[in-house]
């Protein structure tokens, strides 16, 4: 149903959407896998409702897009899901798995709500964003209560306020070098978890993938991820503060793809991306120099490794084109776009 006043969607409505969609798609796929494999009853509710939140994401969609006469995306269906392959995580890594989707999702509705202009878009993301929170704090739960959940490290509580007053203070690479405050271990504890579960799902892709092409990316994107993992180890074990844990033990031995190609290839792309939003996060919050260094080359790294993921998604015909502004030239010159 249109809204009052028939207010067409906005660019930014119209992307988050169509965005949104296909990622729900993705997940849809995954979620059904994890579940037909789930053998812990404390996990099995949790990947319930995961499911449960794409489906209700992409119904909701699939209407607003409807009554504005927009095409339903194409994205995933059944035909990206072997519901009969052999489980490829452990139920512990699905947990994980589903927290960190989980802490996208969040980010990705606070952003969409910021760029809201119409009610019905509203409300659906501010659903996105109530549903996604509850999924993290469910998840977050059965860690906790199996005494898994990996915390960010722990510092001595400040004794008093301080103002910073030399701008040595901002010095990494020369000079005395000064420990690492709790925003910046923040930071490098997250993109350091990250990068470990990216690292996990990957070697469980290039082992089913039935692609070589695709098997080598991911070979590659699993020792960008274990360099990556390294480097920010090495930052925290300077201060004599621990990293998290890999979740490499957590994949099975198992070949037999459960998803298609293009879903794998698709969902590595999505995490690169999140980290690539997590390095430039991570940069502006940190103020010695060295750290903001450390980032800037990373993303860079990342960004040609994401672009070399997407060119391969072009060869295979498996990009589908998000929706586009007309292009106006061509049309004053009588060309099709």
Not at 228 to 246: C, R, V
Request: aromatic share 10%; proline share 5%; with cysteine.
């Amino acid at each position: 149903m249109k809204t009052e006043h028939n207010i067409r969607l906005t660019s930014s409505e119209i992307g988050f959407l169509w965005t949104q969609y296909i990622g729900d798609s993705m997940s849809v796929c995954v979620f059904k896998h994890f579940l037909e494999k789930v053998e812990d009853t404390q996990i099995q509710p949790v990947i319930e409702f995961a499911l449960s939140l794409s489906e209700n994401h992409i119904r909701k969609i699939t209407q607003i897009f409807t009554d504005e006469d927009i095409p339903i995306p194409k994205g995933f269906s059944d035909e990206d899901v072997n519901l009969s392959a052999p489980r490829l995580y452990s139920d512990t890594f699905v947990l994980n798995y589903i927290r960190h989707m989980a802490r996208i999702g969040m980010a990705t509705s606070s952003l969409a709500l910021s760029h809201a202009a119409r009610s019905d878009f509203t409300d659906f993301y501010t659903q996105c964003l109530s549903s996604t929170a509850e999924l993290n704090n469910k998840s977050g739960s059965v860690l906790l209560s199996k005494g898994i959940f990996i915390r960010p490290p722990y510092i001595p509580k400040p004794e008093k306020v301080d103002f910073i007053e030399k701008q040595n203070f901002l010095t990494g690479w020369f000079g005395e070098r000064r420990p690492l405050n709790a925003i910046e271990i923040s930071h490098i504890f997250i993109n350091t978890q990250t990068n470990a579960l990216g690292k996990g799902l990957i070697i469980g892709f290039g082992q089913v993938a039935q692609s070589k092409q695709l098997r080598e990316y991911f070979i590659r994107g699993r020792e960008i991820a274990t360099k990556h993992i390294e480097i920010f180890g090495s930052i925290l074990t300077k201060d004599n503060i621990p990293s998290p844990t890999t979740w490499d033990s957590d994949i099975t031995t198992s070949t037999i793809p459960p998803f298609s190609d293009k879903l794998m290839m698709f969902h590595i792309n999505g995490i690169i991306a999140s980290g690539v939003g997590n390095y430039g996060v991570a940069m502006a919050a940190s103020m010695r120099r060295d750290l903001s260094t450390h980032y800037s080359r990373l993303m860079v790294e990342i960004g040609q490794f994401a672009e070399d993921g997407a060119n391969i998604m072009i060869d295979n015909g498996w990009m589908e084109q998000p929706p586009t502004s007309p292009n106006r030239e061509a049309l004053a010159r009588g060309k099709s776009q």
